[in-house]
């Protein structure tokens, strides 16, 4: 019951969300993703370390199809998910846990610079 209740606000807090908030669910989501991905790594869990950099991927190909190639800066991001990707694929095959770190680093800065530009968007509302 407990579960159901959570899955449907997990739900809803998606469904209701702001293209910001998305993307900061998403940076989110890669984070705790890596984090248990190099947990699973140092556990010799390699198959489930495989699945949590499967969901670190799929993060990033939402990220590269969600961006408005509009604007200029649109193509630096693509440039560092297209890496970032890269590296993940890699550290998934290497069982690398020093890349999978290099590359959450890049989602912290990204999410927490993403968080500051939401902060700085609602002030000058």
């Given at each position: 019951m407990l579960y159901n209740a959570a899955q449907?606000?997990?739900s809803n807090q998606v469904t209701t969300a702001t293209p910001a908030e998305l993307t900061l669910m998403l940076y989110n989501g890669a984070v705790k993703f890596l984090k248990q991905a190099k947990g699973?790594?140092?556990k010799?869990?390699?198959a489930q370390a495989h699945e949590l950099c499967l969901k670190v991927q799929n993060i990033l190909y939402e990220l590269l199809s969600t961006l408005n190639k509009e604007y200029p800066i649109a193509q630096d991001f693509e440039k560092m998910y297209d890496y970032m990707l890269h590296r993940?694929?890699?550290a998934n095959i290497h069982k690398d846990v020093a890349i999978l770190a290099e590359v959450e680093d890049f989602f912290v800065q990204f999410?927490?610079?993403w968080k500051?530009?939401?902060v700085l968007a609602k002030n000058h509302e």
């Open positions: 449907t606000y997990q699973a790594i140092e010799k869990n390699y993940t694929v890699e999410r927490d610079t500051e530009a939401m």
